[in-house]
C-alpha cells in the first residue's frame, strides 16, 4: 500500500521515498505525490532522481493489485530501481493543475445539472461529463453563466471521510453510474464545494478553491445515445 500523499494535498509536487516493490519497467513506492490514473483523470507523470543524480522519466503512474498501490510506469526502457533505493518523486506541476482545474469545473457541472452520470473524461485543456437525461433542450448559454457565477463565488472546496458503510446508508451521494467510489481501506473521501454547491464522493485531485478554475467555455452537447447527453468543457 502507498502513501498516497495527494490526498493530503494536491499541490505538493515532489517527496522523498523508497522503492518498495518492482515489476517490469515500473515500481511502487511507500509513499507518492503521484495521482493513478482513473475515475477519468489520467495519472500524473514525473520523474524519479535517485541519490546519485540519475533521473527516471515516469510516463504515468496507475493503480496496483494491492487496494491504495500506486504503480510508476518508467519510460525508455530503463531498468527500474531494486527495493530499499531512495528516490525523490517530482509530479509534471504545470499538467496535474490543470486537471485538478478541469477536475473541479466538472463537479461544478454535476451540481448544474442534477442528473446521474454516466461517464467522463479530464483532459489538460478539455474536459466533459455524460448524463443520463432523456430529449431535452439543453442551453449553453444558461450552462455557461451558471457555471460562471459558481467559479466567481470562489467556494472554498475541501474534502472529509466516512466509511465505506456510512456510504452504503447515504447512497444518493453517488452521482457517477459507471464509476465508483474508490472502496477497500474501509472509508470514502468525499468532496465538498461550499456549504451546499456539492457533496459526492471522489478520489481525484482538486483546486483549494472555485474561482482557482478561471474561465470555461461550453463546447458542443452532443447526443451519444437515447438517454445520453454529453457536454463538453474547455479552458478559455
Not at 500523499?5 to 516493490?21: G, K, R, S
Not at 518492482?22 to 511502487?28: C, K, L, T
Not at 527495493?83 to 509534471?92: E, R, S, W
Amino acid at each position: 500500500m502507498t502513501e498516497q500523499l495527494f490526498t493530503q494535498d494536491a499541490y505538493l509536487t515532489d517527496c522523498t521515498a523508497t522503492v518498495t516493490v518492482v515489476h517490469d519497467m515500473a515500481v511502487e513506492l511507500d509513499r507518492t505525490v503521484f495521482y493513478a490514473q482513473g475515475g477519468g483523470q489520467p495519472g500524473d507523470t514525473g520523474t524519479l532522481t535517485l541519490a546519485d543524480g540519475t533521473v527516471l522519466v515516469v510516463s504515468n503512474a496507475t493503480k496496483g493489485d494491492t487496494p491504495g498501490s500506486v504503480v510508476h510506469l518508467i519510460a525508455g526502457g530503463v531498468t527500474p530501481p531494486p527495493v530499499g533505493t531512495a528516490v525523490t518523486a517530482k509530479i509534471d506541476w504545470a499538467r496535474r493543475h490543470k486537471f485538478m482545474r478541469m477536475h473541479t469545473c466538472l463537479h461544478l457541472l454535476s451540481a448544474v445539472l442534477p442528473y446521474p452520470v454516466t461517464g467522463g473524461s479530464i483532459g489538460e485543456e478539455k474536459g466533459r461529463l455524460d448524463f443520463d437525461l432523456p430529449e431535452a433542450n439543453l442551453d449553453k448559454e444558461d450552462i455557461a453563466a451558471k457555471l460562471a457565477a459558481l467559479i466567481a463565488a470562489d467556494s472554498p472546496v475541501s474534502d472529509e471521510w466516512i466509511t465505506d458503510a456510512e456510504l452504503d446508508a447515504n447512497p444518493d451521494l453517488v452521482k457517477t453510474m459507471a464509476v465508483q467510489p474508490p472502496r477497500g481501506l474501509g472509508k470514502v473521501r468525499l468532496l465538498r464545494i461550499g456549504d451546499d454547491v456539492d457533496l459526492q464522493p471522489c478520489g481525484g485531485t482538486h483546486v483549494k478553491r472555485t474561482g482557482e478554475i478561471g474561465a470555461i467555455e461550453v463546447g458542443k452537447i452532443e447526443k451519444k445515445g437515447r438517454q445520453n447527453r454529453r457536454v463538453n468543457l474547455r479552458f478559455a
